[in-house]
């Protein structure tokens, strides 16, 4: 049932010839999700196309500025659908309330930069080797402009260079490429307003977010020889701080910046279930100890969730950061 | 007196006919001052030059993993030097201890990306329109590449990334050019290990360190309506946290990031006076409260040092800042 990668002509040919298209990022959206949303969506209508990005939970606050017009919770505003495409994920998990629009779309596109995803549409572009789905729209997006009117411009620049920056840590992680640089430096020549962009994302900061962050770095947890760190938020946590559990994005990468720490865990209590951000520093593999749960991601960054109350689920998640610490050592 | 640029063939041509290169970062040395020092340092080295990075303080802790045996403090360690060559400055104040012997080189050179600089030396190179002494380094290596056998490698790739990476506040600054990417992306073939630099560099943090921002920015206080959030380092958060006083870099700009925070003040109480890092966001002015208590710096940056208990300082700095936000507003 493996499909091979459709190219990039194909999938730009298919969006061509559609009418509608409705685009799905995934679930808690980050920079990359929706960067490429929009800059796809934007592209999609300048080109004439009815096309919306159809989203299920709210969008980070900040990542609002990004979105003109193009995000709505509305699944009947577009009906009879020529085209479903959902990007930066591969699974219809990720868009579990958007699941059966998804479906009834006339054909469907998958554009994905995750090692787990398993192609499932009719055309597929996965890669895990690019750092961010952003960096496979702005090839799909050239990919338009040789073949009609259409040319990118700041706004599409700036999604894109969102949805990079973000995945790639600014261009420190390892996923980072020659390519991102290659696609960065050429944003310039589009008119992208990384000084903007980098504010809207990084410098507007709640104070009960950086409240949050305080006390779950102020609690965490050193173990493994001192090799593992993990903190929690709970949902007192978030009572006390006024923070929303969507503003613990960053505390898993601090406790990742630790001198010594090789894997860091944020576990978020959420009413049902946890979840878990995992990160590796270096030598280490996070994406077993995500399999291991039921979620994937990448060796270095992953994540899972556990249907267990958290003094139930935090020795399991103990143990299997430690098994992962034994398997893949320095 | 004001000289022209000399051109990177100019520059290159004096270094290969030398024999012998010192090179003198500026004190307070950061990433692009020692990143650039290197790269060179092991440049002229292959090249089969007598060169060292002669330096009068110590390397920061997390950019230590550079030097390997290019620093010196050893002002004997070349005698008779050929070139004197400064670079990421163009003030003799920047090496002051160093000058006596920076003077005494046969000739001497100036590579540089500082709006103030005043071409001082036999060959200038400097371009404010850079983001990154690193920059002008590599075009200058490049440059020593047309004519020579002399290749850049995986470590001096490493370096100029981490001049260009920190320079630009990793490609977020606005300082940050398409040239800045150009460049990293040429690094990739290189062999650069933006990791590993990255690691190094952000990703080294001691626990102590992270814990004291934690606590001091938990226990922050807002007022002027909001506008201003101020922050205290007490001894006794030292003792708790086990960090030392120089570990608070940061936690003004993590309070100034806050969304509607104008004016970020930290207050280190000191063994015998209380010290003040005041930081402005967008049009408020920090100069006036500095020199206010005998202090100085710039609008937007700037400290100073009251000889007061804490609990007599507080009132008076909250008064103070207060009175800057009447005096300097939206």
């Known amino acids: 049932m493996m499909k091979q990668n459709n190219s990039f002509r194909e999938i730009s040919d298919k969006l061509l010839a559609a009418g509608s298209v409705l685009i799905y990022p ?12 929009v800059a796809l969506c934007r592209a999609l209508r300048d080109l004439g196309k009815a096309s919306y990005i159809l989203i299920e939970d709210e969008i980070p606050r900040n990542l609002l500025f990004m979105d003109r017009g193009y995000c709505t919770h509305d699944q009947n505003i577009l009906e009879d659908v020529d085209v479903s495409l959902c990007l930066d994920c591969g699974d219809l998990s990720r868009f579990l309330k958007r699941k059966d629009k998804f479906l009834a779309g006339k054909s469907s596109i998958c554009i994905d930069h995750h090692r787990t995803t398993v192609p499932f549409c009719d055309y597929n572009y996965v890669d895990p080797e690019v750092a961010a789905t952003g960096q496979l ?15 990118m411009d700041g706004e599409i620049a700036d ?14 992680y390892s996923n980072t490429t020659r390519q991102c640089h290659e696609i960065a430096a050429e944003l310039y ?10 504010q809207e994302i990084y410098e507007s900061v709640r104070q009960e977010r950086i409240l949050l962050h305080s006390a779950a770095v102020a609690a965490m947890e050193r173990f493994a020889g001192g090799k ?18 969507d503003e613990t994005e960053g505390i898993v990468d601090k406790l990742r910046s630790i001198e010594g720490v090789e894997i860091a865990v944020l576990v978020k209590e959420d ?17 077993v ?8 991601g990448h060796t270095k960054a992953a994540g899972c969730s556990l249907k267990l109350p958290l003094e139930e689920g935090i020795p399991l998640i103990r143990q299997a950061v430690e098994r992962s610490l034994q398997l893949y050592h320095e």
Chains 1, 2 share one sequence.
């Open 137 to 151: 729209i702005y090839y799909l997006l050239k990919e338009m402009e040789c073949c009609t009117d259409f040319r």
């Open 289 to 296: 100890i995500a399999e291991e749960f039921g979620g994937g």
């Open 26 to 37: 995934h679930v808690n959206m980050d920079g990359d999700a929706l960067g490429s949303a």
């Open 228 to 245: 593992a760190a993990m903190a929690v938020v709970t949902q007192d946590m978030l009572k006390q701080t006024g923070a929303g559990m």
């Open 271 to 287: 009413t049902e279930k946890l979840k878990l951000s995992l990160r590796a520093k270096s030598w280490g593999n996070v994406a």
């Open 159 to 172: 999604a894109i260079f969102a949805a990079i920056t973000t995945d790639t840590g600014n261009f420190q």
């Open 189 to 198: 020549d589009l008119g992208v307003d990384v000084r903007r962009v980098s």
